[in-house]
């Protein structure tokens, strides 16, 4: 029973991670918003950490064991897999972090940047040293055991830390976004996010105790992306609509323009709010600062008598039709 149990869940955690990227890279196709594209290498990566750091880990421990092999070498190979995936988990982190930071309409500094890569490569570096160390060394079974309960304690740190790096950064600065449909979003996505980490927190220490449960872990590991993907989607599709401006509009397009007393500038800010970009994405590709970019958007609002960027496009469709 459970060997079946094993062998469904497996394929079912392949899917499912499939399913999550297909659902992201739809969104980003759809929208063409930035952080959605960081969202997609944060879909793709920490899948591929899921196939060879957990999955690949997982059947090679398991025919190990079932060949009745010596526990140095089961905790060899796990560890061999283990640092297959790390750099993409170690990637995914990251574009987690800035996935946060975009929401929000802010951009990591190179400096934290440079630190995160400094910090986790150097771990990294450090753990395939100690492996190597190990297994040049006459170290009997019960040291191989110590290190690898080290190591599950020193992953479940680092992603505690990442989160809280992460995460907080939706908490406290959503307040300062002004749109009111989405700082709730952001802070329901953020909590979707803690509790889908936290559980699979959990899981991973049941994990360590059979193969079956290391298998839920996996499909949860994988699955928990679902939920804050779906209700992204959900927000996108009422709150969000980010139509091109097309040439063939042209007449339609100058008639808005003239009638609203659009300047030029006033014209660029508007394209790109129309092309799905933050206000920190229009302040880099215009090359102005951010606070002119909110006063731009704010005599825009002005001079169209409208509340939101939603409003604003469906203005300008509204132009199209006439």
Known sequence: ?????????????????????????????????????????????????????ILGQLIAKRILQQQVSALRIIETTGHFFAI????????????????????????????????????????????????????????????????????????????????????SQLFIHANKIKDGNKRKAIRIFASLNLIVFCAGIILYFFALQSHTLAAIHLL????????????WRAYLKKHFIAPAIQETDTLTWNQFLEEFKISKREEEVIRQLCEGKTNREISDALFISLQTVKDHVYRIYQKTDVKNRVQLINLIQGYKIK
């Open 1 to 53: 029973m459970n060997d079946i149990l094993f062998f469904t869940l497996i394929p079912l955690s392949l899917g499912v991670g499939l399913y999550a990227i297909l659902i992201t890279y739809r969104l980003q196709k759809k929208y063409k918003l930035n952080y959605l594209s960081t969202y997609l290498y944060f879909q793709i990566f920490i899948n591929v950490f899921g196939i060879y750091g």
């Open 84 to 167: 297959l995936g790390i750099p993409f988990l170690i990637l995914a982190w990251y574009m987690f972090i800035r996935l946060c930071s975009e929401l929000i309409e802010k951009k990591l500094s190179q400096t934290i940047t440079l630190s995160y890569f400094f910090a986790l490569v150097f771990i990294f570096l450090g753990y395939g040293s100690v492996v190597i160390l190990f297994n040049l060394s006459d170290f009997g079974d019960e040291p191989y055991a110590v290190l690898s309960s080290a190591i599950s304690y020193l992953y479940i740190v680092l992603e505690i830390l990442v989160l809280t790096m992460a995460l």
């Open 220 to 231: 949860v590991f994988i699955s928990g992306n679902i939920p804050p993907v779906l209700y």
